[in-house]
C-alpha cells in the first residue's frame, strides 16, 4: 500500500521524485521520505504530507541540487507508528545504503533479534528496517560483492511480500530493485528510467513499461536495465506500451475507488492473514495481543463497540467468538454504550472497530469503558490513529487505504480478524487443535472463493439494472449471515440512496412482511446451513405475496433457483466463513445499482469517510 517511485537519469532527481510522490497521493500515506545520490547518500524524511517534505527539502536550501538518481516513498503503517523515524528510506549504520520497501516482512522480528545479537541498531519500529540491516551484513562480510549479489542473498532470508529499491554511495550509478507480492513498473525513457509501485508516476514522461514479475529483481542505470530471477536467471521481458489516463491508473483501471477497493478483497484478505494464520502448527499468531491472551481468554464477557459497517462485522465477532471461545458476548452501538450508563466493569473486555480509527462515538465509548476499569482492545485499519493508540493492545487489519466512503474491503478485513481472534481465544480451551486447523484451512481458501465471486460481476450487473428504480428494498439472512444482511441493505442505501432495510430472516413476519408487493425486492442470503430450509420457506413466504426475490445460494443448490428470480451462486463454506463470502455480491450490486443511477458512489452525498464528530 506505500508508494514507491525511482528515477536514474540525467536531470535533477528530488523535482522528479517529489512529482512522483505527488501522483501516488491518492494511495492514501501517511509520511514519505526521499534518498538521492550526488556523491554522498542524502536522505530526508517527514511525517506527514509531501509538503511537509517539499517543505523540508527548501529549509535545506540545495542540499540535493546535482543528484540525478534516487529513490522515494510515501509510507502506509503497518509496523510501527507514523512518524519521522518510521518514515523511509532506512539506512545501514555506516550511512552508504538506502532502502525503501512496500509489503510485509513477515519473519522481520527473527531477523531483528538476529541482527541486534550481532550488534545492529535499530533506528526504527518498521519490518522494513531489518532488510538494509540484513544487506549491509552480507555485503561486509563480503566486500566484493555487487550490491545487486547483496541484495540477492538477503532476499534469500526474507519471508513475506515486498516491492523494494535499494541505492547505495557505494555504487551510485544504478538502483536494485525486487518484487515478490508487491508491484513494481519499470518506465523507459530516453537515457533515463523511472520506477514506481503503479504506473501514475511515469505516465507523464514515458508510456514504455515494464512490468517485474514476483520473484524477479532488476539493475537499473543511466543507459541500460537488466532484468533476472532472484536466483540470477536473466530474463527477458516484454515492453508495454501504456494507454491509460492518469485517473484511470490510479483506480487501478476500475471507474471508481468502491469497485477496485471491492475487487482488491483477495489480495488484502491474503495479507491480513499474512504471517498470523499458521494452519500446520494449528494456531494464529496474533502479535499485537499477544502479550493480552490469557487476560483476554478470562474475560467473563466481552462487549464491542463501532458504528455502522463496523459494528456489523462486531456483530459477526459476536457470532464467531461464542460459537468458538464460549465466551458471552454483547455488541453495541459506541454511541449509545456512552450515553447509556453501561454497566461495564475489570472482568469484561471491551472492543471496539473501527476503520479510521477515528470515529467520535468509537473514540469516547473506548475511554469510557477505560474509565470503568475494562481492557480495552482495538481493531482498527490505520496505524497509529487515536483509536490504535489509546487501546491497551489490538490488531490491525492491514487492509491498506480505503478511499471510497463505502466501506468495503475493511469490512471483510475486520471480519477476518475477528475469526483469527475467536481462534486464539478457543486455543486450549472450548476446541480441539483439529478443529483449529479445520477452520483456518478454511479461512484460507475464503481469497480465492471470493476471486470466484468476482468473476460475475457481469452478471451482477444485469440484476442490479433490474432494480435500479426500485424505491425500498428488504435483505434478509439468518445466523452468520443476519449480519450481512444489515451491511447489505446498508451498502445499498448509502450509495444508491434507495431506502433498504436488513432483518433476520424470520423476523419478517413479525413486521416487515406487510411491505411485500410485487415492487419489492427482497435480497435473501439462503446459503446451505442449518437454517437453509427455514430460509426456503421464507423465500416462499415473500413469493406467494408476489415480491421479487433475488438469492445468493451455494453453488450446485437447485431449489432455490425453483424460487428465486434470480441466484447468485458462490462457492460453499463453512457457516462461520460464509460471511466473507455472502457480503461480496451485495457489494457488487449495491455498486452497480448506485453507478446505474448516475450516483457518485465514492463520495456520497452528506457523508464523510471518517466520522470525527458527534
Ligand atoms: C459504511 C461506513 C460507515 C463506517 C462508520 C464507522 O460503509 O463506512 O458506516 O463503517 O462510519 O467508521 P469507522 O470504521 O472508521 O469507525
Redesign the pocket.
Known sequence: MCGIVGYIGRREAAPLLLNGLKRLEYRGYDSAGIAVLNGDMQVFKRKGSVGNLEEMLNVSGTVMLGATAGIAHTRWATHGDPSDRNAHPHMNVTGDIALIHNGIVENYSTLKQDLISQGYVFNSDTDSEVLVHLIDRIWKSDPSLELEAAVRQALRHVEGAYGICVVSSREPDKIVVARKGSPLVIGIGNNEFFIASDAAPIVEHTNKVVYLSDGEMAVITRDNYTVKTIENVEQEKRVTELDFSLEKIEKGGYEHFMLKEIFEQPEVMRDVMRGRVRIDEGRVQLGGIEDYLDRLKQAKRVVIC?????WHAGLIGEYLIEEFARIPVEVDYASEFRYRNPIVSSDDVVIV???????AD?LAALRLAKEKGAMVMGICNVVGSTIARETLCGMYTHAGPEVG???TK?FTAQVIVLFMLAMALSKGRTISHDEIRLNLRELAEVPDKVSRILEQNDAIKVIANEFKDAKNALYLGRGFNFPVALEGA??LK?ISYIHAEGYPAAEMKHGPIALIDEDMPVFFIATRDNTYTKILSNIEEVRSRKGRVIAIASEGDREVSRLAEHVIYIPQASGPVMPLLTVVPFQLLAYHIATLRGCNVDRPRNLAK??TVE
Open positions: 463501532a458504528c455502522g459497517t463496523s472497530i473501527s476503520q479510521s480509527g477515528e470515529t468509537t466512503v463505502a466501506s475493511a446498508l451498502k448509502e471518517s466520522v
